[in-house]
C-alpha cells in the first residue's frame, strides 16, 4: 500500500461513501467472465458448498416429493403414477399409528434425557459446586466422540438381561431387570438412554456456557435475599438462558429422531413388532428392506410436514413466552 | 461459582462425579474386557479388569479383518470429507459474513435450512444417483453426500462474527483485494474455531454409520463403524471380546484428537451457541 493512502482512509471511515473508497488508489477494474452475474464474483464464494446442498440435499427433497406419487420398487424399469395412494396406503396402515405414537414418545423422552437432565446438570455445575468443573465438561462430553455402533454394541452387552454385568450386579440384591429389548415402551426408553450418553454432553457444555455468562450480579443478589435453589432455577437461570435453551431444544427435535436410528438398527431393527421403530427407522425399513419406494417417500415427506410444523411451534412458544415477559 | 453453603457443595459435587463415572464407565468397561481372554469374560462379566491382559482379541480380529484397508478406507472418506467440508463452509462463511449482495438473507436461509431436512427425506433419490454414477461400493459415493452439511457454514460465520468487522472495512478501504483479506487476515483470525471444526467433521464422518452402510456393500470397501456390526448378534454374542476391540480401535482416534484440542473444540461449540 503506498503511504499516502493512510490519510484518504482515516477521511474515508468518518464519512464512508463508496466513490471515495474507490478513489482511494488506482483499482483497475477487471471484468471477468464469471463476474457477470447478479452476484458479481460472489458467485465463485457461494459456489462450492451451494453445488454440494442443491445437489445432495434440495433436489433430492424434490425428487422424494415426485416418488411419492408413484408406486415403484427402486429396481423395476416400470414406475407407476398412482396419484395420492402412497398417502392413503400410509395413512389407512394400523401400523403407521403405532410408528406415530413411538415418534411421540421418542420425543418425550429424548427432551427429557437431553434437554431437561443437562439443563439442571449445567446449573448444578454452574452454580452449586466449584471445583472440579473441568474434569464434568471433559468426561461428559467425551462420549459425543463415540460412533453411536460402538455405544450401542457396549450397551446391548451391558444391559444384556440374563448374561451382561448389569444384571448380575442386581442379581445379587435380587432384582431380576426384564428383557426390555422385547418389551415395548421399555425398548425406547433404552434406546434413548444410549443416545443420550452420545448427545448429552454437547448439550450440557452448551447450556453450561450460556449461564457461565449470564450475569454475576442477578444472581448474587438474589442469593443474598435468600431464595431457595429450586426457585433461582426457574425464576432467574431458566429464563435467562432461554435462548440456548430453545436452541438445544430445537436441536433435539431434530436431530434426535435422526439419532436413534443407530441404537434402533443395532439393538431391536424396530421390534418388538414395530415396538421401538420411528418415522425416521419406518421409512428406511419400507425403503431398504422392503422395497417400497413410494410408501417411503411419502413417509419421508409426512416426516418433513411434522418437523416443520414441530419447529414452527417451538419458536412460536418462544415468541409468546418473549412477550409474556416485556 | 458456589452459591450456597459448603455442605450442599459437598453433596451436589458428589452427585455430579457420580454421573460423570456413569458416563465414562461403558468407554472403561469395552477398553478392560477387550485386554481380557474370552472364556475369563463370560466367566465373570463384572470385573473388567484385565489382569493379566492379553492381545488374543486383537489378534483374532486381525486375522478375521484386513484391518489396516478397513482403517484406510474410514480414514480416506473423513479426512477428504473433512477437507471438502471446510473449504466449502469457509467461503460460503466468508461470502455471507463479508460480502453485500441481491438475496443474501434469503440464501443464507435456504443453506442452513438444509441442516433440519431428515436423512430419509434425501435417502433415496441419494441412494439413485450414486449407483446411477457408478459409486455404489464406493468410497467416493460415501464421501460426496457427507459434504452436502450447512453445519460448517453455522460455525465458521460464528466465528467471522466475532472479528472486529473494523478491521476488514479500513482493509477494504485500503483497497486490498477479497483474495488477500481472506487468506492474510480472516483465516489465521478463526484458525481455532477452524481446527475445532475440522476435528469435528472428521470425528463425524469416522463415526457416520447410517450412509456408508446404505452405499457399502463388500468388506472391501467397509469403514469402522460397519466391520463392528461383524461381529455383533443379537445377545451380544460369543465373538463379544473381540467386538469390544474392534470398538476400542474405533474409538481410538476421535478419543485422542477429543483430549489433544478439547479447549479449542468447548470453546467453538460454546461460542456458536445461541446466547
Same mark, same amino acid.
Given at each position: 500500500? /503506498?503511504?499516502?493512502?493512510?490519510?484518504?482512509?482515516?477521511?474515508?471511515? %468518518?464519512?464512508?461513501?463508496?466513490?471515495?473508497?474507490?478513489?482511494?488508489?488506482?483499482?483497475?477494474?477487471?471484468?471477468?467472465?464469471?463476474?457477470?452475474? /447478479?452476484?458479481?464474483?460472489?458467485?465463485?464464494?457461494?459456489?462450492?458448498?451451494?453445488?454440494?446442498?442443491?445437489?445432495?440435499?434440495?433436489? /433430492?427433497?424434490?425428487?422424494?416429493?415426485?416418488?411419492?406419487?408413484?408406486?415403484?420398487?427402486?429396481?423395476?424399469?416400470?414406475?407407476?403414477?398412482?396419484?395420492?395412494?402412497?398417502?392413503?396406503?400410509?395413512?389407512?396402515?394400523?401400523?403407521?399409528?403405532?410408528?406415530?405414537?413411538?415418534?411421540?414418545?421418542?420425543?418425550?423422552?429424548?427432551?427429557?434425557?437431553?434437554?431437561?437432565?443437562?439443563?439442571?446438570?449445567?446449573?448444578?455445575?454452574?452454580?452449586?459446586?466449584?471445583?472440579?468443573?473441568?474434569?464434568?465438561?471433559?468426561?461428559?462430553?467425551?462420549?459425543?466422540?463415540?460412533?453411536?455402533?460402538?455405544?450401542?454394541?457396549?450397551?446391548?452387552?451391558?444391559?444384556?438381561?440374563?448374561?451382561?454385568?448389569?444384571?448380575?450386579?442386581?442379581?445379587?440384591?435380587?432384582?431380576?431387570?426384564?428383557?426390555?429389548?422385547?418389551?415395548?415402551?421399555?425398548?425406547?426408553?433404552?434406546?434413548?438412554?444410549?443416545?443420550?450418553?452420545?448427545?448429552?454432553?454437547?448439550?450440557?457444555?452448551?447450556?453450561?456456557?450460556?449461564?457461565?455468562?449470564?450475569?454475576?450480579?442477578?444472581?448474587?443478589?438474589?442469593?443474598?435475599?435468600?431464595?431457595?435453589?429450586?426457585?433461582?432455577?426457574?425464576?432467574?437461570?431458566?429464563?435467562?438462558?432461554?435462548?440456548?435453551?430453545?436452541?438445544?431444544?430445537?436441536?433435539?427435535?431434530?436431530?434426535?429422531?435422526?439419532?436413534?436410528?443407530?441404537?434402533?438398527?443395532?439393538?431391536?431393527?424396530?421390534?418388538?413388532?414395530?415396538? %421401538?421403530?420411528?418415522?425416521?427407522?419406518?421409512?428406511?425399513?419400507?425403503?431398504?428392506?422392503?422395497?417400497?419406494?413410494?410408501?417411503?417417500?411419502?413417509? %419421508?415427506?409426512?416426516?418433513?410436514?411434522?418437523?416443520?410444523?414441530?419447529?414452527?411451534?417451538?419458536?412460536?412458544?418462544?415468541?409468546?413466552?418473549?412477550?409474556?415477559? %416485556? | 461459582?458456589?452459591?450456597?453453603?459448603?455442605?450442599?457443595?459437598?453433596?451436589?459435587?458428589?452427585?455430579?462425579?457420580?454421573?460423570?463415572?456413569?458416563?465414562?464407565?461403558?468407554?472403561?468397561?469395552?477398553?478392560?474386557?477387550?485386554?481380557?481372554?474370552?472364556?475369563?469374560?463370560?466367566?465373570?462379566? #463384572?470385573?473388567?479388569?484385565?489382569?493379566?491382559?492379553?492381545?488374543?482379541?486383537?489378534?483374532?480380529? +486381525?486375522?478375521?479383518?484386513?484391518?489396516?484397508?478397513?482403517?484406510?478406507?474410514?480414514?480416506?472418506?473423513?479426512?477428504?470429507?473433512?477437507?471438502?467440508?471446510? &473449504?466449502?463452509?469457509?467461503?460460503?462463511?466468508?461470502?455471507?459474513?463479508?460480502?453485500?449482495?441481491?438475496?443474501?438473507?434469503?440464501?443464507?436461509?435456504?443453506?442452513?435450512?438444509?441442516?433440519? #431436512?431428515?436423512?430419509?427425506?434425501?435417502?433415496?433419490?441419494?441412494?439413485?444417483?450414486?449407483?446411477?454414477?457408478? &459409486?455404489?461400493?464406493?468410497?467416493?459415493?460415501?464421501?460426496?453426500?457427507?459434504?452436502?452439511?450447512?453445519?460448517?457454514?453455522? &460455525?465458521?460465520? +460464528?466465528?467471522?462474527?466475532?472479528?472486529?468487522?473494523?478491521?476488514?472495512?479500513?482493509?477494504?478501504?485500503?483497497?486490498?483485494?477479497?483474495?488477500?483479506?481472506?487468506?492474510?487476515?480472516?483465516?489465521?483470525? #478463526?484458525?481455532?474455531?477452524?481446527?475445532?471444526?475440522?476435528?469435528?467433521?472428521?470425528?463425524?464422518?469416522?463415526?457416520?454409520?447410517?450412509?456408508?452402510?446404505?452405499?457399502?456393500?463388500?468388506?472391501?470397501?467397509?469403514? &469402522?463403524?460397519?466391520?463392528?456390526?461383524?461381529?455383533?448378534?443379537?445377545?451380544?454374542?460369543?465373538?463379544?471380546? #473381540? +467386538?469390544?476391540?474392534?470398538?476400542?480401535?474405533?474409538?481410538?482416534?476421535?478419543?485422542?484428537?477429543?483430549?489433544?484440542?478439547?479447549?479449542?473444540?468447548?470453546?467453538?461449540?460454546?461460542?456458536?451457541?445461541?446466547?
Amino acid at each position: 500500500m /503506498p503511504s499516502s493512502s493512510d490519510v484518504e482512509v482515516g477521511a474515508v471511515a %468518518s464519512a464512508p461513501r463508496v466513490p471515495a473508497a474507490a478513489a482511494a488508489g488506482p483499482t483497475p477494474a477487471k471484468v471477468r467472465w464469471w463476474a457477470n452475474n /447478479p452476484f458479481g464474483g460472489k458467485v465463485l464464494y457461494l459456489a462450492p458448498a451451494g453445488v454440494f446442498l442443491v445437489l445432495f440435499v434440495l433436489w /433430492p427433497a424434490v425428487y422424494t416429493l415426485f416418488l411419492s406419487f408413484f408406486d415403484w420398487n427402486m429396481v423395476s424399469p416400470k414406475m407407476t403414477f398412482v396419484g395420492f395412494d402412497n398417502y392413503v396406503t400410509v395413512l389407512s396402515d394400523p401400523i403407521t399409528y403405532k410408528v406415530l405414537g413411538n415418534t411421540a414418545i421418542y420425543i418425550v423422552v429424548l427432551l427429557a434425557f437431553n434437554v431437561v437432565v443437562p439443563y439442571i446438570l449445567a446449573f448444578v455445575v454452574t452454580f452449586l459446586i466449584d471445583r472440579f468443573q473441568g474434569f464434568l465438561k471433559s468426561a461428559m462430553f467425551l462420549p459425543s466422540f463415540i460412533s453411536m455402533v460402538v455405544g450401542a454394541i457396549i450397551y446391548n452387552w451391558l444391559l444384556n438381561p440374563t448374561a451382561g454385568p448389569v444384571a448380575q450386579v442386581l442379581a445379587v440384591v435380587g432384582i431380576q431387570i426384564p428383557n426390555w429389548s422385547q418389551t415395548e415402551v421399555l425398548c425406547i426408553l433404552v434406546i434413548c438412554y444410549v443416545t443420550a450418553w452420545k448427545v448429552l454432553g454437547y448439550n450440557f457444555i452448551t447450556l453450561f456456557a450460556s449461564m457461565s455468562g449470564l450475569s454475576k450480579d442477578v444472581i448474587e443478589n438474589a442469593r443474598l435475599e435468600g431464595i431457595p435453589t429450586w426457585r433461582m432455577f426457574r425464576d432467574i437461570v431458566l429464563p435467562m438462558s432461554r435462548g440456548t435453551g430453545m436452541y438445544v431444544l430445537v436441536m433435539t427435535i431434530v436431530t434426535g429422531l435422526q439419532y436413534v436410528y443407530t441404537p434402533i438398527k443395532v439393538m431391536t431393527q424396530g421390534g418388538p413388532n414395530y415396538g %421401538s421403530s420411528n418415522l425416521i427407522y419406518q421409512a428406511y425399513h419400507e425403503a431398504f428392506v422392503v422395497y417400497r419406494t413410494g410408501v417411503s417417500a411419502s413417509l %419421508s415427506v409426512l416426516t418433513l410436514i411434522l418437523f416443520i410444523g414441530l419447529l414452527a411451534l417451538a419458536f412460536r412458544a418462544l415468541a409468546l413466552t418473549e412477550r409474556g415477559r %416485556s | 461459582m458456589n452459591l450456597y453453603p459448603a455442605k450442599a457443595s459437598r453433596s451436589w459435587t458428589v452427585v455430579a462425579l457420580i454421573i460423570a463415572v456413569i458416563w465414562l464407565f461403558p468407554i472403561l468397561f469395552a477398553l478392560g474386557t477387550s485386554f481380557r481372554p474370552l472364556q475369563d469374560v463370560f466367566a465373570n462379566v #463384572v470385573n473388567f479388569i484385565p489382569i493379566p491382559p492379553t492381545l488374543e482379541n486383537y489378534a483374532k480380529l +486381525a486375522g478375521r479383518l484386513d484391518l489396516p484397508r478397513v482403517i484406510a478406507n474410514t480414514f480416506s472418506i473423513a479426512a477428504t470429507v473433512t477437507l471438502l467440508k471446510l &473449504l466449502t463452509a469457509f467461503l460460503a462463511a466468508y461470502a455471507f459474513t463479508y460480502f453485500e449482495f441481491r438475496g443474501r438473507n434469503k440464501i443464507y436461509f435456504v443453506f442452513l435450512a438444509t441442516i433440519f #431436512v431428515p436423512f430419509t427425506v434425501t435417502m433415496i433419490p441419494n441412494y439413485l444417483l450414486i449407483a446411477r454414477i457408478g &459409486l455404489g461400493d464406493n468410497i467416493l459415493g460415501v464421501i460426496l453426500t457427507q459434504v452436502a452439511d450447512a453445519s460448517g457454514i453455522l &460455525l465458521m460465520v +460464528a466465528a467471522m462474527r466475532e472479528i472486529p468487522y473494523s478491521l476488514i472495512e479500513s482493509a477494504k478501504l485500503d483497497d486490498v483485494s477479497d483474495r488477500r483479506i481472506m487468506l492474510d487476515m480472516v483465516l489465521p483470525l #478463526v484458525r481455532p474455531q477452524l481446527t475445532a471444526t475440522g476435528i469435528w467433521f472428521f470425528v463425524n464422518s469416522w463415526n457416520e454409520f447410517v450412509w456408508p452402510s446404505l452405499i457399502l456393500r463388500s468388506e472391501q470397501s467397509y469403514t &469402522l463403524p460397519l466391520a463392528l456390526q461383524m461381529f455383533v448378534s443379537a445377545e451380544g454374542g460369543t465373538d463379544f471380546a #473381540v +467386538a469390544m476391540a474392534v470398538s476400542v480401535v474405533t474409538m481410538l482416534i476421535p478419543v485422542v484428537l477429543y483430549l489433544t484440542f478439547q479447549k479449542y473444540i468447548i470453546g467453538t461449540f460454546t461460542g456458536a451457541g445461541i446466547k
